[in-house]
């Protein structure tokens, strides 16, 4: 790929480090005795923060609060305002409306946001801040819309929509597609989502992106005059990841013109945002010029590009060998700001347009999470840590002498966080089998006393590519609550350690890894806490698979929990949406059998020894239950110690509140009696 770079990207570290005391409350150890332990219940008390944006004046921050209804088996959320100099929080919707996506109307007159309509899907409403009042609905698109963009001007909006559905739906699925299934989703036809921008004043709506490609990521132009998309245009779209940015005009319906292609880079480019000059647009890219590593191993980079010009200007060079995302410009230009995945960290990180100099400006012991930026330059974040949900803070551009920073916006859950015990974490780094060193998270339970010897989980993270982080985990708190010593090791192949790190397992699942989880068991048995006898291990997604692999080699763990895993890769060939993935690293089953069956657990499962609950959705289409049913009948026959449960209709992710106070409560259940037994 032809670029320009930079020689060298200087590392600032600001000293702007969060500590306990800015983020959440330490608490003694004569104040948790008087605490209560997480009890499962807890769960669906915690309430969510998001979305936050900025007044165009940046008094005001609006975020989204959302709440778990166990009863109704739903979510709701809600929108809530507090000043950005900080105060009171208030509502500002009602409960039982669903909002979520708020945006202010340019000129700080409305808030607008999507809800449900009573028949059409997701519709975009808006309300009257300087009167109050009911609110008035602005579209009315059949099957509802996806996304929208205010025009800079607040006369026009950006829509997504997805194509209509022309499928007889009582007829059979009719599938021509390389990629044909997505969870959540379904059977994938040709419906596209494209883009519409509609006229407020003489109500009309234009098609402006058409095709068989998917167009998302949208954004104005300051002056309105073009938009930008991100879009897979190549010859077969479902056959590589190869996205790129794309202008079109707003004015011009899609059969009048062709989208103008900006970036040229055969990897990955997304995340568009016009710097306020009009002229550059900074975004994400991924590349790599070797043939057999998937995009999601690979570490993002920020670039800024001039419209008409083939070449980047990489920002962020290999020496930043960590992945970035969610980019917003700063109100100058000069700055773009992402989020970056470093170390057990997600940091706020500023990216200098000028010369690509990094500053770290928000580090520490924190998950960074949604951002906005205040026309002053002040950022509003998400923040979440080992014992605190996420909350709102402000980073000022120009903070008082001797203030706090970031500075505390919201406090959510604060009634409920003062009344129960939460853990501490304990960040543990070691030596594994050559040498690399590895981070371990360890959560400990409240009557902890280290010359005593606790059961313990090995808990692993999904998302093999993923890292775990300080943010707060509901999870693993309650097994610290329920008496475990917790163990979250970031095995190699995990994030944040940058691109070697991620590829120590390329086309070798099941290897360094899991050296690592045995070297992390041996390591907090040494430290004389955890009892050897007393052992249990388990994860979901690529942590069950891990867990999988893990129960073949060993016999030392007492009890397993395998939760949306994998075990046999080939028998899911063509049946999990990951074709590009496995072709990149694994090449065909049919060519590379034994690669395929060296990764799978299934072809060792008669090792395990280990009472092992295999638990996943039945619609799951991202890691399908048949793994869980053939590792689970595997040992049936082998006449070992399991369980299978599925839950009806759910997915990856299990998100019906009332299977996920079942899925806890089973996890609890499985560990007391296999581990603690």
Do not use: C
């Not at 979520?100 to 009257?128: E, H, K, N, V």
């Not at 397992?505 to 690592?516: F, I, M, Q, R």
């Amino acid at each position: 790929v032809a670029m320009k770079t930079y020689s060298s990207s200087k590392l600032t570290l600001l000293s702007l480090l969060l500590v306990g005391a800015a983020l959440g409350t330490h608490t003694s150890a004569q104040e948790a005795e008087t605490l209560r332990p997480l009890a499962v219940d807890d769960y669906f008390a915690i309430q969510s923060v998001g979305s936050p944006i900025v007044s165009p004046d940046g008094a005001w921050v609006v975020y989204t609060v959302s709440t778990k209804d166990l009863e109704n088996d739903r979510t709701e959320s809600r929108l809530w305002s507090v000043p950005t100099a900080g105060g009171e929080a208030r509502p500002i919707t009602a409960k039982g409306w669903g909002v979520g996506s708020p945006s202010w109307t340019p000129d700080g007159q409305y808030l607008a946001f999507t809800a449900r309509s009573d028949d059409q899907g997701s519709q975009l409403f808006r309300l009257d801040l300087r009167g109050g009042g009911e609110r008035v609905q602005i579209t009315n698109v059949e099957g509802g819309i996806g996304g929208y963009k205010w025009s800079p001007d607040g006369k026009r909006l950006l829509l997504s929509i997805r194509d209509k559905n022309t499928d007889d739906p009582s007829g059979p699925w009719v599938i021509d597609r390389l990629v044909f299934k997505q969870d959540y989703v379904g059977y994938l036809n040709h419906q596209r989502t494209h883009l519409y921008v509609h006229d407020l004043e003489a109500k009309t709506t234009i098609q402006i992106t058409d095709g068989d490609y998917d167009d998302y990521g949208a954004t104005w132009s300051p002056d309105g005059s073009r938009i930008a998309f991100v879009s897979n245009r190549t010859a077969e779209p479902d056959a590589s990841s190869n996205t790129d940015i794309w202008l079109v005009d707003p004015d011009t319906p899609y059969d009048q013109q062709e989208p103008v292609r900006v970036t040229t880079n055969p990897g990955t480019d997304d995340s568009p945002i016009w710097h306020p000059d009009g002229e550059r647009i900074g975004y994400l890219m991924t590349y790599t010029d070797r043939t057999d590593i998937p995009a999601s191993y690979l570490q993002s980079k920020v670039a800024i590009i001039r419209i008409g010009e083939d070449e980047p200007v990489l920002l962020t060079t290999e020496a930043l060998d960590r992945k970035a995302w969610d980019p917003t410009f700063s109100p100058d230009g000069s700055q773009i700001y992402v989020q970056l995945e470093d170390d057990g960290q997600v940091q706020l990180a500023a990216v200098s347009v000028a010369d690509g100099e990094l500053s770290r400006l928000i580090t520490g012991q924190v998950q960074v999470g949604a951002t906005a930026v205040a026309p002053d330059g002040s950022v509003v974040v998400a923040i979440s840590k080992p014992r605190l949900p996420e909350d709102l803070f402000v980073l000022d551009a120009n903070p008082p002498a001797g203030s706090e920073q970031p500075r505390r916006l919201t406090d959510v859950n604060g009634e409920l966080l003062n009344s129960i015990w939460l853990s501490d974490v304990e960040e543990l780094r070691f030596p594994t089998l050559d040498g690399t060193v590895i981070q371990t998270f360890v959560y400990k339970p409240q009557d902890f006393d280290p010359k005593r010897r606790y059961p313990a989980i090995l808990w692993l993270h999904g998302g093999q590519e993923s890292q775990y982080d300080y943010g707060f985990n509901f999870r693993v708190q309650l097994f610290a609550a329920n008496g475990y010593v917790v163990v979250m090791p970031n095995v190699r192949g995990s994030g944040g350690r940058g691109l070697d790190f991620a590829l120590s397992l390329n086309k070798a699942y099941g290897t360094h890894d899991v050296e690592d989880v045995i070297v992390a068991t041996d390591y907090v048995i040494a430290r004389g806490y955890v009892d050897p006898d007393r052992l249990g291990v388990g994860g979901w997604s690529s942590g069950g698979t891990l867990t999988n692999v893990v129960i073949t080699k060993t016999d030392r763990f007492a009890g397993a929990i395998s939760g949306a895993s994998v075990g046999w890769y080939t028998s899911t060939y063509g049946h999990d949406p990951y074709y590009v993935w496995w072709h990149t690293e694994l090449g065909p089953p049919w060519k590379n059998r034994d690669l395929w069956d060296s990764i799978s657990p299934f072809m060792d499962v008669e090792n395990i020894t280990t009472p092992t609950l295999f638990i996943g959705g039945e619609k799951d289409w991202n890691q399908p239950i048949i793994h869980s049913e053939q590792m689970y009948q595997a040992m049936k026959h082998l006449g070992r110690e399991t369980q299978l449960v599925v839950y009806p209709d759910a997915h990856h992710g299990i998100r019906k509140h009332s299977y996920q106070k079942d899925l806890l409560e089973r996890f609890l259940g499985w560990f007391e009696k296999y581990v603690k037994g």
